[in-house]
């Protein structure tokens, strides 16, 4: 087994862990991070990598409430963009020490900009530097971000949910049940990936989603390029379906997170199209229609009123499936041979750093 799959199925369990510090130990810290969110004229979410696509996640949880908030990359933010006055600062960073995140500290404090920092790690620069500080408190991969890119999403979305609306019980309790319930999916999911015939490396890939699981749309791209060492390409369904939908006439494979809520007919439209043109489909979604996908991976259920947090699981098949294919492929997803563990230079290919 490897040390990726590994990390993969402890997921659910370092997830109900890190949701019970923040919501235990860690509250006094989040209604503190919460009550400068919500005072800041402009909020600002920032990250790189995985960490970027986890403020997806949490960007959602914001435009859900109709709350304003700006997610930008961090190099882009470092280097191009004046911060607004009355300005809050969200710093997601499994390690806090990414180059660009330590220079925006020094770019944040020149401007006044009060900084929240999410991070596993207590005695990095952002931790030691930001205003209010969430930890993760869950596990440390082995080397791609598993948990650590999930955790946050989860606890930047219960962020922004308590800078917002505020954080009920009904929610604490549908999402422990959740990551419970996912918990004993693995082995499905598992045993219907072994036996997909899905997955084809020759073609192109394309992932697509809407709302808030464009998070994972865009970490499983990341996952194909880190873990199994192959090309993908994330977009917006509705994105696709403007000019690049002309992939498919060379042939490729598609995976599409369908929403709970939102265009779920439209998006089934698009599935049997793609299907009609023999192009194999995986779907991610709750409540899958039989027979629709060439590989469902169905999730469990949540309550309509929180349908909106699919985007914390829907990521772990996707996870999974990256996993399959890098064994099939021979890829080592344990290691990388070119990127070191941290980006601590912000010039040439292979930048120094330190796992």
């Given at each position: 087994m490897t040390h990726y799959l590994q990390n993969?199925?402890?997921?659910?369990?370092?997830l109900r862990r890190s949701l019970d510090y923040t919501l235990g130990d860690g509250s006094v810290a989040l209604r503190r991070a919460a009550d400068l969110a919500g005072a800041a004229q402009t909020v600002y979410i920032t990250g790189i990598g995985s960490s970027w696509h986890a403020g997806m996640a949490v960007q959602s949880i914001f435009d859900a409430a109709g709350a304003s908030a700006m997610l930008v990359d961090a190099?882009?933010?470092?280097?191009?963009?004046?911060?607004?006055?009355?300005a809050c600062l969200i710093v997601l960073s499994r390690s806090g020490k990414s180059v660009e995140i330590v220079k925006l500290l020094d770019k944040a404090a020149a401007a006044g900009v009060k900084v929240i920092g999410i991070t596993n790690t207590p005695d990095s620069p952002l931790a030691k530097r930001a205003t209010a500080l969430l930890l993760l408190n869950a596990a440390f991969d082995h080397n791609v971000s598993v948990t650590m890119y999930s955790a946050l999403t989860l606890v930047g979305g219960l962020l922004a949910t308590q800078a917002t609306l505020g954080i009920t019980a009904g929610l604490a309790v549908s999402i422990r049940e959740h990551l419970a319930a996912t918990g004993e999916r693995l082995d499905r999911w598992r045993r219907q990936i072994s036996e997909s015939n899905w997955f084809e490396p020759d073609v192109p890939t394309y992932f697509l989603a809407r709302g808030g699981s464009?998070?994972?749309c865009h970490e499983a791209r990341l996952l194909w390029e880190e873990a199994a060492k192959i090309g993908a390409t994330a977009m917006t369904t509705g994105g696709f379906r403007h000019g690049p939908q002309e992939i498919i006439a060379g042939g490729a494979r598609i995976g599409l997170w369908l929403s709970p809520l939102v265009l779920r007919e439209q998006d089934l439209n698009l599935v049997e199209d793609l299907r009609r043109r023999q192009i194999p489909v995986m779907m991610i979604g709750q409540n899958l229609p039989d027979d629709t996908a060439d590989l469902p991976l169905e999730?469990?259920?949540?309550?309509?009123?929180?349908?909106?947090?699919?985007?914390?699981?829907?990521?772990?098949?996707?996870?999974l499936a990256s996993e399959h294919l890098a064994r099939t492929l021979g890829a080592n997803c344990d290691g990388f041979s070119i990127c070191p563990y941290i980006i601590?230079?912000?010039g040439g290919l292979c930048a120094s750093g330190t796992r």
């Amino acid at each position: 087994m490897t040390h990726y799959l590994q990390n993969i199925l402890a997921e659910p369990r370092e997830l109900r862990r890190s949701l019970d510090y923040t919501l235990g130990d860690g509250s006094v810290a989040l209604r503190r991070a919460a009550d400068l969110a919500g005072a800041a004229q402009t909020v600002y979410i920032t990250g790189i990598g995985s960490s970027w696509h986890a403020g997806m996640a949490v960007q959602s949880i914001f435009d859900a409430a109709g709350a304003s908030a700006m997610l930008v990359d961090a190099s882009e933010l470092l280097h191009f963009t004046r911060f607004a006055p009355n300005a809050c600062l969200i710093v997601l960073s499994r390690s806090g020490k990414s180059v660009e995140i330590v220079k925006l500290l020094d770019k944040a404090a020149a401007a006044g900009v009060k900084v929240i920092g999410i991070t596993n790690t207590p005695d990095s620069p952002l931790a030691k530097r930001a205003t209010a500080l969430l930890l993760l408190n869950a596990a440390f991969d082995h080397n791609v971000s598993v948990t650590m890119y999930s955790a946050l999403t989860l606890v930047g979305g219960l962020l922004a949910t308590q800078a917002t609306l505020g954080i009920t019980a009904g929610l604490a309790v549908s999402i422990r049940e959740h990551l419970a319930a996912t918990g004993e999916r693995l082995d499905r999911w598992r045993r219907q990936i072994s036996e997909s015939n899905w997955f084809e490396p020759d073609v192109p890939t394309y992932f697509l989603a809407r709302g808030g699981s464009l998070a994972s749309c865009h970490e499983a791209r990341l996952l194909w390029e880190e873990a199994a060492k192959i090309g993908a390409t994330a977009m917006t369904t509705g994105g696709f379906r403007h000019g690049p939908q002309e992939i498919i006439a060379g042939g490729a494979r598609i995976g599409l997170w369908l929403s709970p809520l939102v265009l779920r007919e439209q998006d089934l439209n698009l599935v049997e199209d793609l299907r009609r043109r023999q192009i194999p489909v995986m779907m991610i979604g709750q409540n899958l229609p039989d027979d629709t996908a060439d590989l469902p991976l169905e999730l469990p259920l949540l309550p309509s009123e929180f349908a909106h947090w699919q985007f914390l699981v829907d990521v772990i098949p996707a996870q999974l499936a990256s996993e399959h294919l890098a064994r099939t492929l021979g890829a080592n997803c344990d290691g990388f041979s070119i990127c070191p563990y941290i980006i601590e230079a912000e010039g040439g290919l292979c930048a120094s750093g330190t796992r």
